[in-house]
């Protein structure tokens, strides 16, 4: 991962395992951004459709930005020349969390039909 100083130099195998803990932490704000939108469009009726994963979309944004920063205070990493960022907050990682959220969360409710 380039865009990391932390594992910018190592292999893809020595960054196996801690990508996977990440992806852990993805699953787990996927599902709760998912709650967290379902409990809102039930009391706003009109947030269904596109509206819906407009939500859960800029959500996804909100908790990258927060996770980002939070984790670049705490030390547990900093960003290569690699990375391109706003404001001080990494671009990648915003713009995984904005499209992974709604697409996963299309993926499962289509499964489940």
Do not use: H, N
């Not at 980002?68 to 990648?92: I, N, Q």
């Not at 499209?99 to 489940?112: D, G, N, Q, Y």
């Amino acid at each position: 991962m380039p865009a990391y100083v932390e594992t910018a130099t190592r292999s893809w195998r020595e960054t196996a395992l801690q990508c996977a803990a990440f992806s852990i932490g993805d699953a787990v704000l996927t599902s709760t951004i998912y709650a967290v939108a379902v409990t809102a469009t039930r009391r706003m009726r009109s947030l269904t459709g596109l509206k819906f994963y407009l939500l859960i979309s800029a959500l996804g944004v909100i908790a990258a930005v927060f996770v980002e920063l939070m984790a670049k205070a705490m030390g547990y990493w900093t960003y290569s020349e690699r990375m391109p960022t706003v404001l001080g907050v990494g671009l990648l990682p915003i713009l995984q969390l904005a499209t992974l959220v709604p697409v996963s969360v299309w993926i499962a409710l289509r499964w489940k039909e």
